[in-house]
């Protein structure tokens, strides 16, 4: 399978385990729609984050998706080498946490445990928390503009 594709599928197992740390499932579309757009800032094209959401969809409805322990791993090792992708990826993940506007403990928890095996320092932390909390923001107000344009077509 294409390495590609399988990194896609790690992200979205981690992201997907993400959002449901906080038991609510109010955000749980958005959350979907945020982690494939946030695919697309990982260089992957439309057409590309179809084919990896397609493919998570079929291991998950077969039972073969992996636990988000083993995809953090992966994405770990794949990232190890690259500082900016490390951050990349802890900013991606506090986007999705934070589409709430708020952490819960587990959200916070998963989070701390990825910058301490990046081996992130509180400033990296910060920088990196603090951008995804920042693109949660943006994400809500595409997602607000949406409904407001729903909303007034009908």
Same mark, same amino acid.
């Given at each position: 399978?294409?390495?590609?594709?399988?990194?896609?599928?790690?992200?979205?197992?981690?992201?997907?385990?993400?959002?449901?740390?906080?038991? !609510?499932?109010?955000?749980?579309?958005?959350?979907?729609?945020?982690?494939? =757009?946030?695919?697309?800032?990982?260089?992957?094209?439309?057409?590309?984050?179809?084919?990896?959401?397609?493919?998570?969809?079929?291991?998950?409805?077969?039972?073969?998706? /992996? /636990?988000?322990?083993?995809?953090?791993?992966?994405?770990? /090792?794949?990232? !190890?080498?690259? %500082?900016?992708?490390?951050?990349?990826?802890?900013?991606?993940? !506090?986007?999705?946490?934070?589409?709430?506007?708020?952490? !819960? @403990?587990?959200?916070?928890? =998963?989070?701390?445990?990825?910058?301490?095996?990046?081996?992130?320092?509180?400033?990296?932390?910060?920088? =990196?928390?603090?951008?995804?909390?920042?693109?949660?923001?943006?994400? %809500?107000?595409?997602?607000?503009? @949406?409904?407001?344009?729903?909303? @007034?077509?009908?």
């Amino acid at each position: 399978m294409n390495g590609k594709f399988e990194f896609g599928v790690d992200f979205l197992i981690l992201c997907r385990a993400l959002s449901s740390l906080d038991e !609510s499932t109010e955000l749980e579309l958005l959350s979907d729609a945020a982690t494939r =757009f946030l695919l697309l800032l990982w260089d992957f094209s439309s057409e590309e984050v179809d084919s990896t959401t397609d493919l998570y969809r079929t291991r998950f409805q077969n039972g073969e998706l /992996d /636990d988000p322990l083993q995809a953090s791993i992966r994405l770990m /090792d794949q990232l !190890s080498s690259n %500082r900016n992708l490390q951050g990349q990826l802890v900013s991606h993940l !506090s986007a999705i946490g934070g589409l709430d506007y708020s952490y !819960s @403990k587990g959200e916070q928890e =998963f989070i701390n445990s990825i910058c301490a095996d990046f081996g992130f320092s509180t400033d990296d932390y910060n920088e =990196f928390t603090t951008k995804g909390k920042n693109l949660a923001i943006g994400i %809500r107000f595409i997602a607000e503009y @949406k409904t407001i344009l729903g909303a @007034k077509k009908k």
